[in-house]
């Protein structure tokens, strides 16, 4: 067990443990941030994009940047393939935020304009009201 903490401790000493620790980091990240846009579309049927696209663009941008890194410093092909998942990631929670986004903007102008139904049950209600205000006004003077 000693001898296995010691082989991780050793890549702390390595030139790409910056590296390593960014690629960790960002993979926690763009894990995160993907659990709470999956639980707010679970909890919310997706009205709302809990997390923010500028996240996901950031998440995308660093991605790409690792991958570009990756695939000319390293001779392992395995680590920027594993970044290219945490890219499509971050570009399928970009879709799905903005799809969020935009189908709140069409709720909002669904709210602004009322239905026809709505108008003609308005229109209704107010020639209800000015009927009975009229017969109110002839009840009042036949007295």
Same mark, same amino acid.
Do not use: C, K
């Given at each position: 067990?000693?001898?296995?903490?010691?082989?991780?401790? +050793?890549?702390?000493?390595?030139?790409?443990?910056?590296?390593?620790?960014?690629?960790?980091?960002?993979?926690?990240?763009?894990?995160?941030?993907?659990?709470?846009?999956?639980?707010?579309? !679970?909890?919310?049927?997706?009205?709302?994009?809990?997390?923010?696209?500028?996240? +996901?663009?950031?998440?995308?941008?660093?991605?790409?940047?690792?991958?570009?890194?990756? +695939?000319?410093?390293?001779?392992?092909?395995?680590?920027?393939? !594993?970044?290219?998942?945490?890219?499509?990631?971050?570009?399928?929670?970009?879709?799905?935020?903005?799809?969020?986004?935009?189908?709140?903007?069409?709720?909002?102008?669904?709210? $602004? $304009?009322?239905?026809?139904?709505?108008?003609?049950?308005?229109?209704?209600?107010?020639?209800?009201?000015?009927?009975? $205000?009229?017969?109110?006004?002839?009840?009042?003077?036949?007295?």
């Amino acid at each position: 067990m000693s001898e296995l903490f010691a082989g991780y401790l +050793w890549i702390l000493h390595s030139e790409d443990a910056l590296l390593l620790g960014l690629i960790i980091f960002s993979s926690g990240i763009g894990i995160g941030a993907a659990v709470i846009q999956v639980n707010s579309i !679970l909890t919310r049927q997706a009205n709302d994009a809990a997390t923010s696209v500028v996240t +996901w663009m950031l998440l995308f941008a660093f991605s790409l940047s690792a991958i570009y890194y990756l +695939w000319h410093a390293s001779v392992n092909a395995i680590l920027p393939l !594993l970044i290219g998942t945490l890219a499509l990631s971050s570009v399928a929670g970009l879709a799905v935020s903005l799809n969020a986004r935009r189908r709140l903007a069409e709720v909002a102008a669904a709210r $602004r $304009r009322p239905s026809d139904e709505r108008l003609l049950q308005d229109y209704q209600v107010l020639r209800t009201a000015s009927e009975l $205000r009229r017969r109110l006004r002839l009840a009042r003077q036949q007295r």
